[in-house]
Nanobody, 120 residues
Framework: QVRMVESGGGLVQAGGSLRLSCAAS????????VGWFRQAPGKEREFVGA????????AYGEAVKGRFTISKRISETTVSLQMNSLKPEDTVVYYC?????????????WGQGTQVTVSS
C-alpha cells in the first residue's frame, strides 16, 4: 500500500508563488512515477505534470509549462510542485498520485488534494 498526502496549498496573489509538497509513505519502493493533477468543480481532471520516482525525467501540461516545476531528491519520498507566476485560473484543488510499478497504466494511489486560491 502506498499513501500520498499533499500539503502547502493556500491563498496567494496573482503573480505570486506557492510550493506544494506530496509526501509518499508505505511501500514507496514500488512507486514508478508521481503525477500532479488539478480539478475544478464540474470540470475534467487536468494533468499538471509528472516526475519519475528517481527524479530523472519530468513532463508538464501545456497550461503550466514554464511556470511550474516538479522536483524530487532521489533519497527522499517527497515530491514538490513549485508554482510561479500564478494566475487566477490556477485556482483549483491540486492532487498528487503515484503510479505503482513500471508497467502500470494508471495512477493507483491518490492524495486527498490541497486547495490553491489565486486572487486577482
Amino acid at each position: 500500500q502506498v499513501r500520498m498526502v499533499e500539503s502547502g496549498g493556500g491563498l496567494v496573489q496573482a503573480g505570486g508563488s506557492l510550493r506544494l509538497s506530496c509526501a509518499a509513505s508505505g511501500r514507496t519502493v514500488n512507486i514508478y512515477s508521481v503525477g500532479w493533477f488539478r480539478q475544478a468543480p464540474g470540470k475534467e481532471r487536468e494533468f499538471v505534470g509528472a516526475i519519475l520516482w528517481n527524479g530523472a525525467r519530468t513532463a508538464y501540461g501545456e497550461a503550466v509549462k514554464g511556470r511550474f516545476t516538479i522536483s524530487k531528491r532521489i533519497s527522499e519520498t517527497t515530491v514538490s510542485l513549485q508554482m510561479n507566476s500564478l494566475k487566477p485560473e490556477d485556482t483549483v484543488v491540486y492532487y498528487c498520485a503515484a503510479k505503482i510499478g513500471s508497467s502500470s497504466q494508471d495512477y493507483g494511489a491518490w492524495g486527498q488534494g490541497t486547495q490553491v486560491t489565486v486572487s486577482s
